[in-house]
DNA sequence: TATACAGTCTCTAGTAACTAGAGGTTCAAG
DNA sequence: CTTGAACCTCTAGTTACTAGAGACTGTATA
């Protein structure tokens, strides 16, 4: 049995976040001393580090909260899980294209002011004014 | 002059945020009729689609106060505007970096699961579980 | 000119996923 | 037994909006 600020050294979960886990019901409301204070046991750990993972790939809170009620169902809790999984990529991969776009009228835009040329009026703020100076949609 | 709603027909921004975005700071407080409604003219328009376009690129709300801020001095905006830019640019580098990171993880996990073999336990769950099954950090 | 009704106004509160701080209590080491 | 770090709850703040309530305005039509 450990602490709240051992689970958060372990885990890497910052103390208030784990309280937050735990009101928003990512963890189960965790054993207290006779003073109250929290005390977690190696599944706590597990739990808690299956969320941070979980997190740190980009699922919501909410998706979690899913994966975590499919632990529970294990009856076909595979298809459905693998469904939140893809729908995770598929996310991961619009935001890339999208970012992937971004960078390229970005890295247009702060070439502007390289070197010569370009100096009369600032090309960075021409660029975000008039939107025909891109080459593409958005 | 034009009301707030064909303000925001013609920039695609919603109403409660073209106010959100006087509140701010970013947009001059409107000019009002006898009843208190907004108007706004070509400028105003020029100065949402600027808005506008910097938020679809990334920018905060307070880069973008910071560009509106270097147009009213115009004395040396070119580099500090550049400099801003590029620091957005950075920015999106370093999410794509993240993200095709978790793509790669991601498109592993929930290949686990499709057709035959790896399915006694979800390996979706158990990917998440156990971070040790990753080949990389983080 | 009267009326209908879409559009507008302000204000408050809610969203996601935390973070920070106040003010008070408990645990463990010396 | 005392100290002080760690813990407790609660409230409020963050970012960039979005939603809703309740009241007022502007304009098109009869």
Known sequence: MFSIG?????????????RYYEEMGLLPEAERTAGN???YDKAGLERL??????RDLGF???AISSLIELQNHPDRSCEAATDIASSQLADVRAK????????KELSRISKGCDG?????????????A????????H
Chains 1, 2 share one sequence.
């Open 6 to 18: 051992e689970l958060s050294k372990r885990t890497k979960v910052k103390v208030p976040t784990i």
């Open 37 to 39: 204070q929290r005390r």
């Open 49 to 54: 580090s299956f969320i941070r993972h979980a």
């Open 60 to 62: 919501s809170i909410e």
């Open 96 to 103: 890339i294209k999208r970012l992937r776009t971004l960078e």
């Open 116 to 128: 010569e040329g370009v100096s009369e009026d600032c090309y960075v703020l021409a660029s975000l």
């Open 130 to 137: 008039d939107h025909n100076l891109c080459d593409h949609e």
